[in-house]
């Protein structure tokens, strides 16, 4: 053993994050520690500018801070292209993403393009890109995930996400859940092929994941707690991300699964949402406890079926033979050459997906 130590790793994290019962209030508070230099941009959509958009220009300006306003209609290269103009325009030092998932997704890549920071302030925990490095952006109509930057500060209220539709947390689960299944994937990867793995990030990631399958009784519509609890796992799997410097420990083959889903059903269904069906039939051909997955995620209210993610049985069957497909460089349970038709709509039947 006199071979050289040469290891070396970079971990980029948040500097704050603020999840809580009217956090949205100490936003100027946030970016004043932060040295954060005007203009600020914040970007929001037709709903999230009622939402919270306008009142965190209130606050902003309220502190001193310069801050102007713009709304995006979809997460497309389109919108970023028209925000980093507006970068441009107005010399802009940072950027506020304000938004259950799109606003988010353009202020992360558009402010990522431009080199200057952002910060995120979710109005719902449906994905954990709200924290994460990873943006999902429409390509030709599509959804891809893309490659952006780490939020240099996260503030979520849960007054707002309790008050977001109900589905959209329930997704978020889905979303926590998944990790479960990535962990494992991951170990698949380490043993099968080697493939750097973090025991810090996949611990995190997995205790976040299973802690929300042991307390599925607590995530209820209409209540502050839930939102918080969704919150903060959602903040968890988001701080394994960067741990591990890779969606690694919360995207495995689950997601896979969801971004087949994406490419191939007519009307997709929400992220977290896939990603939960995802896990129950990933956990499947892991040999493991599958139901339990199934049984939490009846608990919460989110979909387990097909019919519930309001997509076909076949695009379910073809999602699932094509899913070994995306990302073929991320070793999975679905192997190098995925699950033959007949394969597929036996899984699917088994975990009564459809
Ligand atoms: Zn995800």
Not at 141 to 152: D, E, F, I, V, Y
Not at 175 to 199: G, P
Not at 314 to 327: F, G
Request: aromatic residues 4%.
């Amino acid at each position: 053993m006199n071979e050289t130590f040469t290891k070396s790793k970079t971990t980029e994290l948040p500097r704050i994050i603020m999840v809580g019962h009217e956090v949205i209030n100490e936003v100027g508070n946030v970016c004043i520690r932060l040295h954060l230099e005007k203009p600020g941009l914040i970007i929001s959509d037709e709903i999230t500018k009622k939402i919270a958009g306008e009142k965190v220009e209130q606050i902003l300006s309220d502190n001193g801070l310069d801050v102007h306003q713009m709304m995006i209609t979809d997460a497309n290269s389109d919108n970023i292209s028209q925000v980093k103009d507006q970068i441009k325009e107005l010399k802009a030092n940072f950027v506020l993403g304000v938004g259950g998932g799109r606003p988010i997704d353009v202020a992360k890549c558009a402010s990522h393009e431009s080199n200057i920071p952002f910060l995120s302030i979710p109005t719902a925990a449906s994905h954990d890109g709200i924290v994460s490095g990873r943006a999902s952006i429409s390509v030709d109509g599509k959804r891809k995930s893309l490659t952006a930057q780490t939020p240099l500060a996260v503030v979520a209220d849960t007054n707002i996400i309790a008050q977001s539709p109900y589905r959209l947390l329930a997704a978020g689960c889905g979303d926590v859940v998944a990790n479960i299944t990535a962990v494992m994937d991951w170990k698949l990867a380490q043993r099968l092929k080697n493939e750097e793995f973090s025991s810090s990030a996949s611990m995190l990631a997995d205790l976040t994941g299973r802690f929300m399958l042991d307390n599925s009784d607590m995530i209820k519509p209409g209540i502050e707690d839930s939102a918080w609890y969704v919150a903060k796992a959602l903040v968890s799997s988001g701080v394994a991300m960067s741990i591990a410097g890779s969606s690694r420990p919360a995207s495995g083959s689950e997601h896979k699964f969801s971004h087949a889903l994406d490419e191939i059903a007519e009307k997709p269904a929400l992220h977290g949402e896939q990603c939960g069906v995802g896990a129950i039939m990933m956990m499947y051909l892991h040999g493991g406890d599958w139901m339990k997955i199934r049984e939490a995620l009846i608990n919460i209210g989110a979909p387990t079926t097909a019919k519930r993610l309001g997509v076909g049985d076949d695009e379910v069957v073809r999602a699932l033979t094509y899913a070994h497909k995306i990302s073929p460089d991320r070793y999975t349970i679905l192997g190098d050459n995925g699950l033959s038709h007949e394969a597929a709509e036996n899984l699917a039947r088994i975990t009564q997906v459809i």
